[in-house]
C-alpha cells in the first residue's frame, strides 16, 4: 500500500509476468480509485457555440456519419484504447466490440505487447468474430522501438487483431515514474519513420493523457504517420495509476506529484491541426458528453473518444450498458449540431466556435 514503504510483491523477473499483472493492476486501478485531473481541465469548458434559436433544420434529419481513414462510423466516437492480455480484459474487449458493431463506432484495444511475449494471451485481443465490420486498431508503445521490436511485431499485432490500423502510443511520462517503465526515449523518430513507410495500414500516433504540442505533431507529420489521437490532459491521469502502483513511498510521491501535468484536450487538438493540417485527429482525454465531441470536432478533430466511461459501462452493465452510453452521447451530439446550426459532420466541423 502506498503509506508502507516496504515494496508490494511483483512478479519474478519474467517480461509476460509482469505485464499481465501491469494490466490486471491498471483495470483494478481505473474501476476503484479516482485517477482523475485534480486542477488541470480539457479546456473545453471555455470554448462555446453561438446558440441559434432558429437554426432552420429538423432535428430528425441531423446526420452523425463520418468516416476516418476511408471507412465509415455512423457517429463520430471512439471506444479509445484500453486494455488486453488477461481473462479479464478480454471479457471487456470482447463486450466493448460487440457494442462496437451494433453502433457503427471505431475501437482501439489495448497495449498489445503481452501478446508478444506471451503468445497464449493473443486470444484477449481478438476479437473481429464478434465486430467484424468495425474500424479497429491494434497498438504498441512507441518506446518498444527502443527495445527490440521493429516490423515484424508491428504487423504481427496487427495480424492478431485483424486491425485496420495501427496506434503506436507515446506514454513517455508513464514510463518514467513506472519502477519497471522503460525509459530510453532517445531516437525514436527515424525508428517511426520507418514503420510507416513499411506497414499496410495506417500508422496512428496516440499520447495517453498528456497530449501533443506543435513540434511534437509536425514530427510525427514528418515521419509519415497517418492521423494523431491527441489524448489530451484532463481525464484519466496515468501518473495517479502508476501512483497507485508504486512499491514504495518514493515512487507514489515523484508519481503523484505529477497529476496536473500536461496539455488539454482543447489546446492539444489546436497545436495539431495548426502544425499537421492535413492530419485526421482523434480527440481524446477527458471527452465525457456529445457537446465535448461537438466543441474538439469544431476545434479541428475528426472524431472523439473515450476510454473510462466505456470500461465503468462494460464492468457494470455488458454490451448493453455501452451501448446506452453511447446513444446518450450521439443524442447529446445531435442535439448540440442541431442547436448551433449544424446539418451534419462537415457543417460542424466549419462551424464558429469562441472563447470565453
Known amino acids: 500500500m502506498l503509506n508502507k514503504d516496504e515494496p508490494r510483491t511483483?512478479?519474478?523477473d519474467d517480461s509476460a509476468e509482469i505485464t499481465e499483472k501491469r494490466k490486471a493492476d491498471h483495470i483494478q486501478i481505473n474501476l476503484e480509485k479516482d485517477v482523475s485531473f485534480k486542477k488541470l481541465s480539457t479546456g473545453l469548458e471555455s470554448y462555446y457555440f453561438m446558440h441559434q434559436a432558429l437554426p432552420d433544420l429538423n432535428f430528425e434529419t441531423i446526420d452523425t456519419k463520418t468516416e476516418l481513414l476511408g471507412k465509415p462510423l455512423k457517429t463520430p466516437l471512439l471506444i479509445s484504447s484500453m486494455t488486453g492480455g488477461t481473462a479479464e480484459a478480454y471479457q471487456i474487449n470482447k463486450t466493448l466490440a460487440i457494442a462496437a458493431q451494433e453502433l457503427g463506432i471505431a475501437m482501439g484495444l489495448g497495449s498489445m505487447r503481452a501478446a508478444i511475449e506471451d503468445s497464449s494471451l493473443t486470444y484477449s485481443f481478438q476479437i473481429r468474430d464478434v465486430a467484424p465490420d468495425i474500424l479497429l486498431f491494434a497498438n504498441l508503445g512507441a518506446v518498444?522501438?527502443?527495445y527490440g521490436y521493429g516490423i515484424k511485431e508491428c504487423q504481427r499485432v496487427v495480424e492478431i487483431a485483424q486491425a485496420d490500423a495501427l496506434i503506436l502510443h507515446f506514454n513517455a511520462l508513464q514510463e518514467a515514474v513506472q519502477p519497471?517503465?522503460?525509459h530510453n526515449f532517445s531516437g525514436l523518430l527515424?525508428?517511426?519513420?520507418?514503420i510507416c513507410q513499411q506497414m499496410p495500414v495506417p500508422v496512428i500516433a496516440k499520447e495517453v493523457g498528456w497530449g501533443f504540442s506543435e513540434t511534437a505533431a509536425r514530427q510525427l507529420a514528418s515521419a509519415g504517420i497517418s492521423a494523431i489521437d491527441v489524448a489530451g490532459a484532463g481525464g484519466t491521469s496515468w501518473s495517479q495509476v502508476e501512483m497507485h502502483r508504486a512499491l514504495?513511498?518514493?515512487?507514489?510521491?515523484v508519481a503523484g506529484a505529477f497529476i496536473d501535468w500536461g496539455i488539454p484536450t482543447a489546446h492539444s487538438i489546436q497545436y495539431v491541426r495548426q502544425s499537421a493540417p492535413n492530419l485526421p485527429i482523434i480527440a481524446s482525454g477527458g471527452i465525457k458528453t456529445g457537446i465535448d465531441i461537438a466543441k474538439c470536432i469544431a476545434l479541428g478533430a475528426s472524431i472523439g473518444g473515450l476510454a473510462g466511461d466505456f470500461l465503468r459501462a462494460a464492468d457494470s452493465g455488458g454490451a448493453k450498458?455501452?451501448?446506452?452510453?453511447?446513444g446518450a452521447i450521439t443524442d447529446e451530439l445531435r442535439v448540440a449540431m442541431f442547436c448551433c446550426?449544424?446539418?451534419?459532420?462537415?457543417?460542424?466541423?466549419?462551424?464558429?466556435?469562441?472563447?470565453?
Do not use: C, F, W
Not at 514504495?248 to 510521491?253: E, G, V
Not at 450498458?321 to 453511447?326: C, D, P, R, S
Open 144 to 146: 518498444q522501438l527502443n
Open 10 to 12: 511483483m512478479p519474478a
Open 180 to 182: 519497471e517503465g522503460d
Open 190 to 194: 527515424s525508428k517511426i519513420e520507418v
Open 341 to 356: 446550426g449544424a446539418a451534419n459532420i462537415s457543417r460542424l466541423a466549419k462551424t464558429p466556435i469562441y472563447r470565453e
Open 248 to 253: 514504495t513511498n518514493r515512487h507514489a510521491r
Open 321 to 326: 450498458a455501452v451501448v446506452e452510453l453511447t
